[in-house]
């Protein structure tokens, strides 16, 4: 059975930086779309950043310049390294895996950036 596995979520202060991490399982990983989304209490799930098999990387704005999305394909794993963490970035973050035939969704991973 494929999976998602989420790791690298916690606690953080304001300013601090978390890098999440995101191994698949299977064969999807190499033809696949690999995203990060976040979900907060009372709003909908969000699309944070995705990066194609192509090379071709984008991201919303509110993370522009302080998260990066990465893949190491060998490993099968798609990163995001978050820096300058906001109280607002606190959400669950699920992974996701895109290609024709399917799609996947990680169980999802709590970022709190508090004080």
């Known amino acids: 059975q494929v999976q998602l596995v989420e790791s690298g979520g916690g606690l953080v202060q304001p300013g601090g930086s978390l890098r999440l991490s995101c191994a698949a399982s299977g064969s999807i990983f190499e033809v696949a779309t690999m995203s990060w989304y976040r979900q907060s209490p009372g709003k909908e799930r969000e699309l944070v950043a995705y990066a194609t098999t192509g090379g071709t990387i984008e991201y919303k704005t509110a993370v522009r310049g302080r998260f990066t999305i990465s893949r190491d394909n060998a490993m099968k794993t798609v990163y995001l390294q978050m820096n300058e963490l906001k109280p607002e970035d606190t959400a669950v973050y699920y ?10 969704w990680g169980q ?6 508090s004080s």
């Not at 999802?108 to 950036?113: K, S």
């Open 95 to 104: 992974c996701n895996a895109r290609s024709a035939f399917e799609t996947l």
């Open 108 to 113: 999802g991973i709590q970022v709190t950036v």
